[in-house]
């Protein structure tokens, strides 16, 4: 009885530990993107260039040269409105975190902006692109 209650249980933990990471990784992704929307809005280049991952960084190597092409290229998230989590997807074991962020910009324009997140070294997400497509529905990642 004990061997048959200790082999539920360890089934159990195995089923729900892999659920619990999952939801995670994509809570500690939501906060990157919640910490970066917001750095944007009140223009804090060097909070908003921290959540970008060394790829993007090495591609706008100044916190200036970033946020310039962040208010010409992503104006909808640079100026949100407001912004909601859509649906997420994790790839590999969350190495990359897919999240949807529905949003709607201060000219009255909806977009869905899915954010490619990364996960370093030091167990961090970061920012590693963002796909902005004009529309009001999900259309899913």
Same mark, same amino acid.
Not at 18 to 24: F, L, R, W
Not at 99 to 122: C, F, H, N, P
């Given at each position: 009885?004990?061997?048959?209650?200790?082999?539920?249980? *360890?089934? *159990?933990?195995?089923?729900?530990?892999?659920? #619990?990471? &999952?939801?995670?990784?994509?809570?500690?992704?939501? @906060?990157?993107?919640? +910490?970066?929307?917001?750095? *944007?809005?009140?223009?804090?280049?060097?909070? #908003?260039?921290?959540? &970008?991952?060394? #790829?993007?960084?090495?591609?706008?190597?100044?916190? $200036? @040269?970033?946020? %310039?092409?962040?208010?010409?290229?992503?104006?909808?998230?640079?100026?949100?409105?407001?912004? #909601?989590?859509?649906?997420?997807?994790?790839? =590999?074991?969350?190495? @990359?975190?897919?999240?949807?962020?529905?949003?709607?910009?201060?000219? $009255?324009?909806?977009? %869905?902006?899915?954010?490619?997140?990364?996960?370093?070294?030091?167990?961090?997400?970061?920012? +590693? =692109? @963002?796909?902005?497509?004009?529309?009001?529905?999900?259309? $899913?990642?």
């Amino acid at each position: 009885m004990l061997v048959r209650s200790l082999v539920y249980i *360890l089934c *159990l933990v195995s089923i729900i530990a892999p659920a #619990a990471k &999952a939801q995670d990784a994509v809570t500690e992704a939501q @906060v990157v993107i919640a +910490n970066q929307i917001k750095a *944007l809005t009140h223009d804090d280049a060097e909070a #908003a260039y921290s959540f &970008a991952s060394p #790829a993007i960084q090495s591609l706008y190597p100044d916190k $200036g @040269v970033f946020l %310039t092409m962040v208010q010409k290229e992503y104006e909808p998230v640079y100026r949100a409105s407001t912004y #909601a989590f859509g649906r997420s997807k994790l790839i =590999g074991g969350g190495e @990359v975190v897919l999240q949807e962020v529905l949003v709607s910009s201060k000219k $009255g324009a909806d977009w %869905t902006a899915i954010y490619e997140m990364r996960l370093m070294d030091d167990g961090s997400y970061k920012v +590693n =692109g @963002v796909r902005m497509v004009r529309n009001t529905a999900s259309q $899913g990642i």
